[in-house]
């Protein structure tokens, strides 16, 4: 029987007959396929000089992660789930999913429970926080994660449809780890707006001190240009908790696997209602249908689109996206175009993808000294920092990138004054 890593390894091998400007996976020299989880990084990297160059000009406690996934199985009493599909090898694709967070996040089992937690009865809910706890607690006094709640698939007539469901993170969960570390972590509830309590749900959350609402539509099952939203957009411009949402194409979770909803023209109906929208990734990869130009409008770009929105001067204050997962092989050439438009700076905000900067041949570290991005020398460094802190390395690795002399502003990391104070 195939184990985990040669189930990846195999995969990857699969890719490597591919063009090789496709690749999604590549393994940097020095580097294995899988993450290591070491725990405790050792001072000379905390306190190296790249380390200590990245957070040059920013104050950290105004230094949120704006995109980090929570993942369970309930076994805390949380009430996580995680579809049976990603958890059989009937469903390769679903299967491998859960293979890269697992492992992203330290809790392949394999292991035990890295981070110095011992033996925890919380069963994966648990070790999944205990990792993410110690690598945040490895980040300055006063920087910390925005925590993802995942709701549900709904259908239309919104009844629960866990048929097309990948994972479910309750909005309490991510509540209580908000109220438990309330220096670290603020809460980000997830609700499906067919939901036939979805306003209320969304009342709820924010009285608990959420500071946004996440969707992922094209796996959640939403069209976020439905009326059908309305009611819910009307409730969020009023309690002025910002929307972040990705699009472009997903390919992490396939959940309902409705690519369409992704697309970011799709968000104007959010927008027209007042609602601040945050795109994730900056809408980077795959296409959609330019629908300005009718229902079967030509694929373009979804950056493209997403760029037209940005824009457009009547959204000028209430659309943001989030440069997550941006550093990614297959998204690294977004990365580039949006250093290279600075005058997009004041509207981005910093996030990770977390556990995505664990999953190693997700990332190449040799991609960026080839083109030209790092010094050869900070990529030695950046590498080693990846084996304990692969949080820190997705941070450290955008603060250090440089395309023509320009890079990241820092306006983009300070994103805590973006969001309502912490009131949990
Ligand atoms: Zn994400």
Redesign the pocket.
Known sequence: MMNRRDFLASLCLCCLSGAADALPFRKDEGAGWMNTCKSGLPDHLRNHPLVAAAWSGLNPALVWDV?T?LLGDGASGSDCWISPKMQSIIYPQQFMQRQFFENGGCVDGERGNPGGQGNLEGGLDDAYLGRLAHLIDEFPMGAGAML?AFDHTYTEDGSKDLSRAAFHVPNLHAINIAKRFPGRFRAVASIHPYRLDAVAELKLAAANGVVAIKW?PSAMGIDPASPRCDLFYEAMANLKLPLIT?AGQER?VKGAHQQHFGNPLKLRRALDHGVRVVV?HCASMGEDRDLDRGSNGKYVESFELFARLMADSRYEKNLNADI??LPQINRAHYLVKIIERPEWHDRLLNGS?YP?PGVIPLFSVDLFVEKGWLAKGDATVLKQIREYNPLLFDFVLKRSARVGGKKLSDCIFETAKRFKPIEI
């Open positions: 995109h996934h993802f992922l990705h992490a994730a997550s997962a993808d995505l």
